[in-house]
């Protein structure tokens, strides 16, 4: 009798081919591991393009930080795109909103910086020092920006010579400014030629409306009819009237136009940067 051959179980099974059992959480990754590789991708694309554009940042108010690409500023405004805007319209922002502007390439910062020209003719300007002992300054605006003004006035060469003059400019920081009053000087013409047309328009059609002709005269009092003075000037037509009555309250309207065109404008300051900084955008909107 052939005794049998007896194999261990184990050993059976070394026989066959050993597979790696990879756990169920490996598995989930492998099949995701394609889709993450192209959500990465896309991010640096992303963020690379957007890298490019963000050439320089501005800091409003000391809170918001925006990617901008700034492309022109002056001393009272910067104009941007925005960076994250593919075809971003233009934006105007008062320099007074800004806290900070970065800019990741100065040298092409400095070319963009371009200096506004100031016109301050149009603006008749009062300034009262916070010393008691200095007049009150009256003249023309010949500069602003957020620290100091400089106002244009007329002042003597000489003392004692005040036939010799000449125009002054003095700078003023604004701790040293009490008070601002200021009028656009076109505003009082433009409101007195106005007054001056309503008013000659509304007289010329009252006098149409409630004027008749002078009868003429008729000397030596024949058939009734009153004499009268030669001397006097020929009867008026009711238009003639209603021209004259016009001319008067165009005057009147004139007049009445320029002081309420003439009304000025006042600030107080008392030496506070923050007030200052609030009358600057109300006074350089009138240069033009």
Known sequence: MTPRLSIPPDAITSWLPRHHVLPATSGILSSIAPFSVFFVAMACCLMA???????????FENKWKLPVIIEEENEYEVIYRKAEWVNSPLYVIEKRFITNISYLDTLEAAKKFKSRPFDGSNIDLWVKPLDTNTVLLRGRLLHMDDTMLMIRHRGSFFPGKPKIRSELVSVI???????LEYRKRSKMRKSAIIGAATGFVAGTLTGLLFFNDTPACEN?????????????KSPMTRFEKSLILGAGAATGGFVTGGIIGGVRIKFIIGGKKDRYNQAIPHILRSLN
């Open 220 to 232: 030596g009092g024949i058939d009734g009819k009153p004499p009268c003075d030669p001397n006097l």
């Open 49 to 59: 393009a957007l890298g490019l554009k963000a050439q320089d940042t501005l800091l």
């Open 173 to 179: 920081t604004y701790d040293h400014i009490q008070r």
